[in-house]
C-alpha cells in the first residue's frame, strides 16, 4: 500500500533560520514526486516536481532532493511570507495523486 | 501554471440540501478530472475520477449517489453533494489530470449546518 509520511507535522522558524521538511515514502513505481504549498482555504500550489533520485530542483529560497525513499525540501533563511502548509506527494501508477498530510511552516519575524 | 477555475470557493447550506461545485479547466480540455476532499488536519484525499462523456469512478467509501458528478464536457466537471449532512462539510478541490503535471482549483470550503 501506498505510503507518504510527512515530517516534522508542524515547525517554527525564526525568520532567516534556515531548515529542512521530510516527505517519507512507499509506493510501487514512483512517477514523480510532488511538492505543494497550501496557504489556509487555498488550493495547493504547484512548487516542484521530482522524478528520479538524484534529482534537485530549485526556486528563491527553496529546494527540493530526491532519494529513493524519500524527499526534502530545504527552506533557506525563510521570511514570514513562506509561512505555509508545506504538502508532498507521489504520482505512481495512475495520474492522479496520493498526498502526505503536510507540514505547517510559521516563520517568526 | 495551469488555469483552474473551481466556484463557489465558499458555501454553507443547511442540512438535506444539495450544493453544487464547479470546475473549469481554462486552459487544457481535460477529458479526466481528479476531485480531492480534504478534511481538517487531514491529507488530500482522492474521492473520485470523472470522465468526459462517461461515468465517474468513485474511491472506496465514497457513495456515488451521495456524490453526483457530471463531466459535461471538455473543460467543465461539476459535482454535487446531495442530501448534505454535516459529516460532508470538508474542502472539495479538483485537478484536471494533465499526465505528469498536477494543478488544482483554489477549492470549495462546504459547511452543512
Known amino acids: 500500500e501506498d505510503q507518504v509520511t510527512q515530517s516534522p507535522e508542524a515547525l517554527r522558524l525564526q525568520e532567516g533560520e534556515s531548515s529542512s521538511l521530510n516527505c517519507s515514502y512507499t509506493v510501487s513505481g514512483l512517477r514523480g514526486l510532488f511538492w505543494y504549498r497550501q496557504d489556509p482555504g487555498k488550493g495547493p500550489e504547484f512548487l516542484f516536481t521530482?522524478?528520479?533520485a538524484g534529482e534537485e530542483k530549485e526556486k528563491e529560497r527553496l529546494k527540493a532532493t530526491l532519494t529513493k525513499k524519500e524527499s526534502f525540501l530545504h527552506i533557506t533563511a525563510p521570511k514570514p511570507e513562506d509561512s505555509a502548509t508545506y504538502l508532498c506527494?507521489?504520482?505512481?501508477?495512475?495520474?492522479?495523486?496520493?498526498f502526505g498530510t503536510g507540514t505547517r511552516l510559521t516563520v517568526i519575524p | 501554471g495551469a488555469v483552474v477555475s473551481q466556484h463557489p470557493s465558499r458555501v454553507i447550506c443547511k442540512s438535506g440540501t444539495s450544493v453544487k461545485i464547479e470546475c473549469r479547466s481554462l486552459d487544457f480540455q481535460a477529458t479526466t478530472m481528479f476531485w480531492y476532499r480534504q478534511f481538517p488536519k487531514q491529507s488530500l484525499m482522492l474521492m473520485a475520477t470523472?470522465?468526459?462523456?462517461?461515468?465517474?469512478?468513485?474511491e472506496q467509501g465514497v457513495e456515488k449517489d451521495k456524490f453526483l458528478i457530471n463531466h459535461a464536457s471538455l473543460t467543465l466537471s461539476t459535482l454535487t453533494v446531495t442530501s448534505a449532512h454535516p459529516e460532508d462539510s470538508s474542502f472539495y478541490i479538483c485537478s484536471p489530470d494533465r499526465g505528469s503535471e498536477a494543478f488544482f482549483g483554489q477549492g470549495t470550503r462546504l459547511t452543512v449546518v
Open positions: 470523472s470522465n468526459e462523456g462517461s461515468k465517474a469512478t468513485y
Open positions: 506527494a507521489v504520482q505512481a501508477g495512475a495520474n492522479n495523486l496520493f
Open positions: 521530482l522524478y528520479s
